[in-house]
RNA sequence: GGGGUCGUAGUGCAGUAUGGUCUAACACGCCUGCCUGUCACGCAGGAGAACGCGGGUUCAAAUCCCGUCGGCCCCGCCA
């Protein structure tokens, strides 16, 4: 069909040459068509000059009627954020008329034609000044939201993070392989999505919470190597770095061992810093002992840009007559310490401020030593410690005068999680942690299963198709509770960002842990009679990881919520402002799966 | 399930402790006009909020109380 030239749209005319972040002083005198949308306009009255905007950049373009009359009685329409097409030239600037700020700031597109394309109301909010706009209003205008360069550079990113990992994988033989979205829901774990079948009137599918089982039979299969970037599911609570459906990079491996993956994975982690960020970490990443990083740092996923490990002072206090210690001592408790960094910045209120918060863990107190000069201490405990103990304690926690120590008392446990907190609240407070290092470590050696208090009893920490450590396999008949197992994770700057485990590939090692875990034989042939079955054909011994891909990607952004770095996020309470979701269904639909609301 | 915090023009905020001076301030944006070298343009003028919603206390409520809705942060939870 042949148009008039005039009926034509401006697209079937016009073709975009360049893009706004590309031209630089090469392009001199070129014409060149750009569109994009208008960020700002600054009218002179003679010259009207027009930033304009599209994800590469932006371009200055200027409107001077000795050049086109047309365009710049056109361009006094012009308002933010419509959409435009441009035919100009390529003129170099001024020395005194450069931009330093703008990619294309040594040149400016001198406007011979002009399209408005489209227009747009006056946007909700500023897309390019410098304020705070609130999560809500950006939730619910995402779309104008994502046009803001900053979140521009955020989505381009997380393109980047995903096809370098593709890249990467691909070319160390993993193959992406995909596994179903509707699958059936399993005990363990976390609440699962569930989806009803029409087709299977009172069933119902569940959205998974990671491949798990499907790689594994991948495994099985003969795939040896596999990767998937993938959407995960759990009906949980959200927090800045949790949202009900996440990105997973999922990994699994045949043939393999715990160290084989380790420096693979370390591989990729420096490929993908040194290329998005052009930091080069080192290799290979340290390794703790989840029993180590535990007492030293009171969490599994300890930030070491900064130091304030707790301290043991059992040793020190074994021969004490105070009684609030020794009897802490005999029932096999922990007497632990934190020096803290800028001691002179605490106060008697800030002192009592963070035994408040101390207490809210469930120890009764938190003590505080000040080091004096020679072997003199200021403290609330002061009377119970003898000299003996004090230059013993100075040498234990390397104490300078004026160095401030805090020390609780009681339950191992207890004791380091209250530190371990107190730790992270301290380094925020106080800032001392350091902007753009990156600190990754892994954590081995995991117990293999944990107590839980409200559902009073074990569950795998990990999850049930983790291997057990070797030589703890014979006391999964003694005492299989202190077991340790083959997980893993990767932690990075206080971040679990990855984690993952050898996996257990013989059905009877597989039917014991079914059976610790409390899940009876009828019961794991109905939910994982599957698996079961495929470790009998010759399951070859094969591990794997998962990473948070949202998370990842958060980091290398340098943004604090992984909403940040997702294009189209849930609030904090799991709906989505754009679309309304979730929301009611029509009888018809609730009758077709025969379902009936109760509230 | 629990704790905290925020909600005032289109946006960001001040005002809330100690109710009256709030006829709600400021900045950005918006509208009109002027301006030929700006780039967070400038100048002059203008419009725009009864303070999330509901109830209560009071002579009087943006401000106090109760409830409720929503955003965010945290604990629980998240194999």
Not at 556 to 575: C, D, G, H, M, Y
């Amino acid at each position: 069909m042949i148009l008039p030239e005039e009926q034509k749209t401006a697209l079937q005319i016009w073709k975009r040459t360049h893009s706004c972040g590309e031209l630089n002083k090469e392009n001199t005198g070129e014409t060149v068509t750009l569109m994009g949308w208008v960020n700002s306009r600054r009218d002179h009255g003679g010259l009207i000059f027009v930033d304009l905007r599209d994800r590469e950049g932006k371009t200055q373009v200027v409107f001077d009627p000795e050049i086109s009359q047309d365009a710049h009685i056109m361009a006094h329409k012009i308002r933010n954020e419509y959409v435009i097409a441009v035919k100009g030239k390529v003129f170099p600037r001024g020395k005194d008329a450069i931009n330093p700020n703008l990619k294309t700031g040594e040149i400016e597109v001198k406007v011979h034609e002009m399209r408005i394309l489209n227009q747009s109301e006056t946007p909700p909010f500023s897309l390019n000044d410098y304020s705070e706009i609130g999560d809500d209003l950006r939730l619910r205008y995402r779309f104008l939201d994502l046009r803001r360069p900053e979140m521009q550079e955020n989505i381009i990113l997380r393109h980047k993070v995903a096809l370098l990992i593709r890249n990467f994988l691909s070319g160390r033989g993993f193959l992406e392989i995909e596994t179903p979205f509707l699958t059936r829901s399993t005990p363990e774990g976390a609440r699962d999505y569930i989806v009803p079948s029409r087709v299977n009137p009172g069933k119902f599918y569940a959205l998974p919470q990671s491949p798990q089982l499907f790689k594994q039979l991948l495994m099985i299969s003969g795939f040896d190597k596999y990767f998937q970037i993938v959407r995960c599911f759990r009906d949980e609570d959200l927090r800045a770095d949790r949202a009900p459906e996440f990105t997973q990079l999922d990994m699994e491996m045949s043939f393999i061992e715990r160290d084989d993956l380790f420096s693979l994975i370390e591989d990729l982690m420096t490929y993908l810093f040194k290329e998005v960020l052009g930091i080069e970490i080192e290799k290979p990443f340290p390794r703790y002992d989840y029993n180590d990083v535990m007492s030293k740092y009171g969490i599994d996923k300890p930030d070491l840009r900064y130091g304030m490990e707790i301290q043991d002072l059992n040793e020190i206090f074994k021969n004490t007559d105070f009684t609030a210690f020794s009897e802490v001592i005999a029932s096999g408790g922990k007497i632990g310490a934190i020096k803290t960094e800028q001691p002179e910045k605490f106060s008697r209120k800030n002192i009592d401020d963070l035994e408040i918060y101390i207490k809210s863990f469930g120890l009764e107190r938190m003590a505080y030593i000040r080091f004096k000069d020679d072997n003199q201490i200021q403290s609330s405990i002061a009377k119970y410690i003898n000299d003996e103990e004090i230059s013993a304690l100075k040498d234990k926690v390397q104490a300078k005068p004026g160095d401030l120590l805090f020390v609780v008392a009681g339950n191992t446990d207890t004791v380091n999680e209250a530190l371990g907190m107190l730790r992270i609240k301290l380094a925020n407070t106080l800032k001392i942690i350091p902007e753009g290092e990156y600190n990754f470590l892994w954590v081995t050696n995991f117990p293999l299963f944990e107590y839980s208090k409200t559902e009073k009893r074990y569950s795998s920490m990990h999850h049930p198709f983790t291997a057990p450590v070797d030589e703890d396999i014979p006391m999964l008949e003694s005492n299989p509770f202190q077991a340790r197992s083959k997980a893993y994770d990767l932690v990075l700057n206080g971040n679990e960002v990855g984690g993952g485990s050898i996996r257990i590939h013989r059905t009877e090692l597989q039917q014991k842990i079914f059976d610790l875990l409390g899940i009876n034989e009828i019961e794991a042939k109905q939910k994982f009679g599957f698996l079961l079955e495929a470790l009998q054909y010759g399951a070859p011994p094969h591990g794997g990881i998962a990473f948070g891909m949202d998370r990842l990607t958060m980091i290398l952004a340098n943004a604090t919520s992984i909403r940040e770095v997702i294009a189209f996020p849930k609030t904090q309470r799991a709906t989505c402002m754009l679309t309304g979701a979730p929301a009611e269904v029509s009888p018809e639909q609730l009758k077709e799966l025969h379902l009936k609301i109760d509230l």
